[in-house]
Each structure stands twice: as C-alpha cells, then as structure tokens.
C-alpha cells in the first residue's frame, strides 16, 4: 500500500490511523475534485490517487 502524499489536503490523521477512509474524507477529496476540475474530471483512480490509496484493491473479497 502506497503510503497518503505529503501534499494531501483533504481528510485529517485520524481517518488514515487505521487503515480505514471514512465516508466524510472520500466526499471532501471528491468535492475538491469536482470543484477543482468539474464533473468529468472525478473518476475512482484521480479520487483514490488523492486519497493515497490504490485503485485496484478491494478489500471485501471473501477469503477462501
């Protein structure tokens, strides 16, 4: 996992603390976005690259 950038403006520590985004941070990060580049600007890697997060893990997949 790729650790937040230094420059991250949205969100605060105690939403990255666990490992876990809550819901307020991801509506802010995308809120910037959107106000930053419009609508089309927001998809789920540029809304995950601000997060520092990567796209292409899901963490709900059952464990066989």
């Not at 991250?8 to 603390?17: F, I, L, N, V």
């Not at 941070?25 to 580049?37: K, S, T």
């Not at 995950?48 to 963490?59: C, K, S, T, V, Y």
């Amino acid at each position: 996992m790729t650790p937040p950038p230094a420059d991250r403006t949205t969100g605060d520590a105690a939403a990255y603390g666990s490992g876990k985004i809550i819901r307020e941070v991801v509506l802010a990060a995308a809120l910037e976005i959107i106000d930053r580049e419009g609508a089309e600007g927001l998809s789920m890697r540029r809304l995950a690259r601000a997060l520092g997060r990567d796209p292409m893990i899901r963490a709900d997949w059952p464990s066989s």
